[in-house]
């Protein structure tokens, strides 16, 4: 049955002709071939929706003008779909507050904007004395800033004023591959992270190389019951007074700088719980059923007992780097920080560097009493447990009213702790231990800082409700002690209970 009037005889018959127009209009094109030929050779295609039928009235010059419009507008709304358009990143304005040189962190924060144009990155050094009171009150009023820098054990005064990282940006999981256990100690709660370092120090032996030469010493200590012979073999005395120290350790913060982290170092190499289970409280005395955080006061008190056979240094003595660093005493332990100011007032002076002493293995606790500093208490009153050094550093945390906290403010936190070419501009700058596991690696033989690259993959630390705040207690307790006003047990009582009166009082 023949359908030549039907609508679709009369379009079927019109395609040849339409074809053939532009094909007239249009030599060079080839046109698909699926059904045949018209009358004067053209090929034009079988399907209907295939074929753009254009009026015959449209000049030449006005199709190739519709043309171009059409590959322009098709173009561009191809390159929209197809991802083509580029979207512009904000103008972002960060301020950064810390205790840091301004130009050790100069190099960074030049070498980020150059990688992150957008974002304008306003850094404010601020004294350590109150640099803690200056955040508070600038937060309180408003007028804080996008990110600033938290101490490893100040984190619970702040949880309050700072954002986690979004866990689509910066995960718990990506923290423990990028940085060692501490940083997770200290920085990390219920499974969110608050901060990122760019450095972390720990507690070593300095040592001077001529001492050591000069007593045939031919290595450092590397535990606390050769630390103690060592000291003995230096020590200098002329009648009764100390005239060279054989180690700057056994006094309160007066004249020991570091006096109470060591002393929660002791605790920490003895197995001493400092924080009580889940964190928010002190437990060394609590959790202690031993004796042995008494144990390691009374270790670390014997050098500055003049009852002790290990005596060797008095809350009097000039300040323990002074000391070290004009040849006063033959051994410090301090953090690596201290290195400048040393080398600064002597310059000449040969320092060695080594781990922290550790606990021997035939360390046995033995339970004290209600002494006050037993003369015969040496290394074996403490116990043998895994090897540990005690960390102080510093974070980058983001402040939970910066108007980029979940966003650029942690971008840039990401980005300057953890990309490996930031990070490097960073060292090199400011000379200090790295952080990260992969530059950790690369400084593991290093001269100066491979002493503390390894100790930061073993770095210990507690939640402490405030850095300075517990220090000043830990002091408080040394120097009850060391003036006979209570025993050792009785002044760690005492501590905890306050320390825990700093948990509550938050």
Request: cysteine-free.
């Amino acid at each position: 049955m023949k359908l030549e009037n039907s609508p679709r005889a009369k379009v079927k018959e019109a395609i040849p002709a339409t074809l053939a127009s532009y094909y007239h209009i249009h030599p060079t094109h080839t046109l698909p071939s699926h059904e045949g030929r018209d009358g004067g050779g053209v090929r034009y295609s079988r399907l209907l929706h295939s074929v753009i039928l254009i009026p015959m009235h449209l000049t030449r010059q006005r199709l190739l003008i519709i043309g171009a419009a059409v590959v322009i507008v098709g173009g561009l709304i191809g390159a929209f779909f197809l991802g083509g358009r580029k979207e512009i990143p904000p103008e972002v304005k960060l301020t950064v507050w810390g205790t840091e040189p301004e130009a050790a962190l100069r190099s960074l924060f030049e070498a980020y904007h150059k990688a992150y144009a957008n974002v304008e990155v306003k850094y404010t050094e601020l004294p350590a004395s109150n640099y803690e009171q200056v955040i508070v009150e600038a937060l309180a009023a408003g007028a804080g800033p996008d990110v600033f820098m938290v101490g490893n054990r100040d984190l619970f005064q702040n949880l309050n004023k700072v954002a986690p990282a979004p866990p689509a940006l910066f995960s718990l999981t990506r923290l423990r591959e990028l940085f060692p256990s501490v940083v997770e100690d200290d920085f990390a709660r219920g499974g969110a992270v608050y901060a990122l370092p760019l450095s972390i120090d720990t507690l070593a032996l300095f040592y001077n190389r001529d001492y050591f030469d000069g007593a045939a010493l031919v290595r450092p200590p590397a535990t606390w019951e050769e630390f103690v012979s060592d000291a003995k073999a230096l020590r200098v005395v002329s009648g009764e007074k100390i005239t060279r120290a054989g180690a700057a350790l056994g006094g309160s913060s007066r004249s020991v700088e570091q006096a109470a982290d060591i002393v929660q170092l002791l605790m920490l190499q003895n197995g001493v719980p400092l924080a009580g289970a889940g964190g928010g409280s002190a437990a060394f005395v609590s959790g202690d059923q031993s004796g042995r955080s008494a144990g390691a006061l009374n270790f670390y008190l014997q050098f500055a007992n003049p009852g002790a056979a290990a005596y060797t240094w008095h809350d009097a003595m000039p300040p323990a780097r002074e000391s070290f660093a004009a040849g006063k005493a033959a051994m410090l332990v301090d953090y690596r920080a201290a290195l400048p100011e040393v080398q600064k007032k002597s310059p000449f002076l040969r320092v060695g560097l080594a781990p922290v002493p550790q606990v021997g293995a035939g360390g046995a606790t033995q339970p004290l009493g209600r002494e006050r500093i037993r003369p015969e208490l040496t290394v074996e009153g403490l116990g043998a447990e895994r090897p540990a050094s005690f960390a102080r550093y510093r974070g980058f945390a983001v402040s939970k009213w910066s108007t980029w906290a979940n966003d650029w403010a942690w971008r840039f936190v990401v980005s300057i702790t953890t990309e490996p070419a930031l990070v490097e501009a960073y060292l090199a700058a400011s000379g200090t231990p790295p952080a990260l596991r992969s530059e950790i690696a690369k400084r593991l033989d290093d001269p100066e800082l491979g002493t503390f690259a390894k100790q930061a993959l073993a770095a210990r630390s507690w939640q402490a409700p405030g850095d300075a705040r517990v220090r000043a207690v830990f002091d408080g307790a040394i120097q009850n002690v060391l003036t006979g006003r209570t025993d050792p047990r009785t002044a760690l009582s005492r501590a905890e209970a306050e320390i825990n009166q700093l948990f509550q009082a938050r």
